[in-house]
């Protein structure tokens, strides 16, 4: 599947998109990156360019909603448009082609660009038995150490490839890691959610074939732009938390005015992502505007950080149960102490024997 | 119980963060860069902190010139040239409605109001093709 | 595990436990020590109700004392109101015991709160500097005072941070907020803090003691 050869120019002609909406898509990318907007030329520059990198997505443990995510099957958009344009050259759930020639395709793929292609990889890697995830015979652990090796970039989309995802939650019965712990000499960008939005994925991916960079991250390798800002603190929700308006439940009067969703468990305050701002579905809606709070996944370890519906503020395992055991072998073993005490107290107010028979004497 | 106004509540707090002054400077050299030199400059207004209260005194400001021009490219747009001409507002949104981007142009004519070359010779193909069934058509009557 | 999940999840649990555990074994026994015979007849019948009324009185400095420890007082009184409002009664901290007891109840405004624990933050600070500065106090005291001020200053200080979104990331503060009552649960029972419990048994003794002897404290 080499599509290097068809230029973007008469892809978006056939389907019926024009230049002009392809430029104003260059201008809001830049806007979306933070960047000048006379840029926005360089960028649609750049994805024009015969010559740009090919990208090949490995999929592992996932469950392909990254892709839908960013190819939105029964929608189209023009950021699918521009992720094709830029020479997929192997995507299992796209693809025309199908096994061995598949893979061959892609191992030729890799031949031609050696050092020079983005490696996209969506799910979360087993290092338990290989059987638990194989493709065309080869672990996924192979697959991505072949892969990676003459990569120039590896984007990680998704929660699952970036910290391990749903896989990893306890007990992580396939032994999956993220893929930052399998490579660790090449420069990767986390691009986590679950699934991430479609707009930050393609940015990503423009921001490198127009510079040959990616974006500057921060600590967790998520870049910076979009994961900068936690949702608390753009949720339009937000006057209701200042104001102490909460919803108790999902369907009560504060839940239909809209409130705070706090209560219920929202990990808004500490989980950084762009949601709040660009929304989903071309910004139809997010999930607090929905009436649900925010579940926290674009964090490592959101399955596990206790339930979705327990607030911020309470203990995830202290619970009544644990305390009145703690409790009563307190008490046990303050009447031990205490009855151990009275009989040495006893012992020593017991009146001495020696001074017994002094008396007499 | 009816939803609070929020936009209501948020205007009446909001106080201007000072840059409008700022950007309208910026207008001004770009504008006499312009006519000066021919230089065109954009300005984009998501890069800079401002309420949207301040926004609106900003393109109050600059008032409304003989252009308005509304465009259907993945979603509305529109190019406003303000009461300056050669400083024009130009918005995005996408097919959804959602703002994606706003702009002051300073410059003849915005990049989106121009017809591109891509455009233009897949349009003259797409005529060619067109006129043959017309041709068509006439002898059929 | 990140830190949040760590202070909110295993340290607050394991935390709680040592908490009840130490204060409940302290309690036990020494309700079931053996106390002093008493050797002498009742000058006052009732010696009870002089126990009781020592135990209100002491609430209050006595009158010839007042003008020296007024200032002791009325800031040790000051900050431990503002210690029980913020800890019961905001709203969050409410949502906290009802996830441990099942139940809620009414919560103070969020701008009370924030200025009475910002007033009680400043309060103990000023002792802490009092205790280390005034000659006499800093002869009398022992690490368990320096500790138990500053164990107990932390969750405010922490708490007043996290909900002002000032300092580290909020995760971050959050969790110290976690980590700082953590520490102070497991300080508690082993502590001059222990005298939530002991200054009111305490107090009705020496009431009893006193009123037998024909004194009224």
């Known amino acids: 599947m080499i599509r290097r050869q068809q230029p973007l120019s008469e892809r978006l002609e056939a389907r019926g998109i024009s230049r002009r909406s392809f430029l104003k898509f260059c201008t809001t990318t830049a806007s979306l990156l933070a960047l000048s907007p006379a840029l926005a030329p360089r960028i649609a520059e750049a994805l024009e360019s015969p010559r740009r990198p090919s990208v090949i997505w490995l999929s592992f443990q996932e469950c392909t909603g990254c892709s839908e995510s960013i190819l939105r099957a029964g929608a189209p958009s023009i950021e699918s448009l521009i992720f094709e344009a830029i020479s997929l050259d192997y995507h299992e759930t796209l693809q025309a082609a199908a096994g061995h020639q598949a893979e061959a395709a892609r191992e030729q793929a890799m031949a031609e660009n050696a050092g020079g292609y983005i490696l996209v990889v969506d799910g979360s890697v087993p290092l338990g038995n290989a059987g638990f995830s194989t493709v065309a015979g080869q672990s996924n652990l192979d697959t991505l150490k072949a892969a990676a090796a003459g990569a120039a970039a590896i984007i990680c989309m998704g929660t699952c490839s970036a910290f391990g995802g749903i896989p990893y939650a306890n007990p992580n019965p396939t032994g999956a890691v993220p893929v930052s712990e399998i490579i660790t000499d090449k420069p990767i960008v986390n691009v986590p959610g679950c699934p991430p939005i479609p707009a930050v994925m393609t940015s990503v991916i423009a921001h490198y074939i127009t510079f040959g960079t990616l974006p500057e991250l921060d600590h967790l390798g998520r870049p910076k732009v979009f994961y900068g800002q936690n949702i608390h603190d753009r949720c339009y929700r937000r006057p209701f938390y200042e104001r102490g308006q909460f919803a108790e439940t999902f369907d009560d009067e504060g839940a239909k005015a809209g409130w705070c969703l706090y209560k219920l468990g929202c990990k808004g305050p500490t989980t950084y992502n762009a949601c709040a701002v660009l929304k989903w579905n071309d910004g139809t809606s997010f999930p607090i505007e929905a009436g649900h709070g925010c579940l926290g996944c674009s964090e490592p370890n959101f399955w596990d950080g206790g339930s979705f519906y327990k607030p911020l503020s309470q203990g995830t395992e202290i619970g009544g149960k644990t305390l009145i055991a703690a409790g009563v072998a307190g008490i046990a073993g303050g009447v031990a102490a205490g009855v151990a005490n009275r009989a040495k107290q006893k012992t020593l107010r017991a009146p001495k024997p020696e001074a017994k028979k002094e008396d007499k004497a | 119980m009816s939803r609070p106004d929020l936009n209501a509540v948020l205007r009446q707090r909001a106080r201007g963060t000072g840059n409008m002054v700022l950007v309208l400077h910026e207008v001004a050299h770009a504008l006499e860069a312009l006519a000066a030199r021919g230089e065109a400059r954009v300005i984009d207004l998501s890069s800079l902190p401002m309420t949207a209260p301040e926004l609106d005194r900003l393109t109050d400001w600059l008032g409304r010139g003989e252009v308005i021009a509304q465009i259907e490219a993945e979603g509305r747009s529109e190019a406003m040239e303000t009461a300056y001409p050669g400083v024009w507002l130009v918005t995005h949104r996408d097919r959804d409605d959602m703002l994606r981007g706003r702009y002051i142009e300073i410059t003849p004519l915005p990049e989106i109001l121009r017809s591109q070359p891509a455009d233009i010779a897949a349009a003259g193909r797409r005529m060619a093709r067109a006129l043959t069934h017309f041709s068509d058509l006439e002898e059929a009557s | ?217």
């Open chain 3, 1 to 217: 595990m990140s830190l949040l999940d760590f202070a909110r999840g295993p340290a607050l649990e394991w935390a709680a436990v040592v908490f009840m555990v130490g204060m409940l074994w302290r309690i036990g026994g020494l309700t079931l020590m053996l106390r002093n015979k008493v050797l002498s007849k009742d000058r006052t019948p009732e010696p009870w109700k002089g126990g009781l009324r020592t135990m209100f009185t002491r609430f209050s400095p006595a009158p010839v004392f007042r003008r020296k420890v007024a200032f002791q007082y009325i800031a040790g009184w000051v900050w431990h109101l503002g210690f029980v409002l913020v800890v019961f009664f905001f709203q969050l901290h409410i949502q906290f015991f009802k996830g441990i007891v099942g139940f809620g109840w009414p919560a103070l405004p969020n701008g009370m709160i924030v200025a009475m624990g910002a007033v009680s933050l400043a309060v103990l600070i000023t002792l802490l500097i009092r205790r280390m500065l005034n000659p006499v106090l800093r002869m009398i005291s022992s690490f368990d005072d320096y500790a138990s001020t500053v164990i107990t200053a932390l969750p405010f200080a922490t708490g007043l941070m996290a909900f002002a979104h000032i300092g580290l990331a909020y995760e971050t503060m959050l969790a110290l907020h976690f980590l700082s009552v953590a520490l102070l649960l497991v300080w508690f029972p082993f502590s001059k803090l222990f005298h939530v419990f002991t200054v009111l048994p305490s107090r009705y003794a020496l009431g009893v003691k006193f009123w037998r002897k024909g004194v009224k404290v």
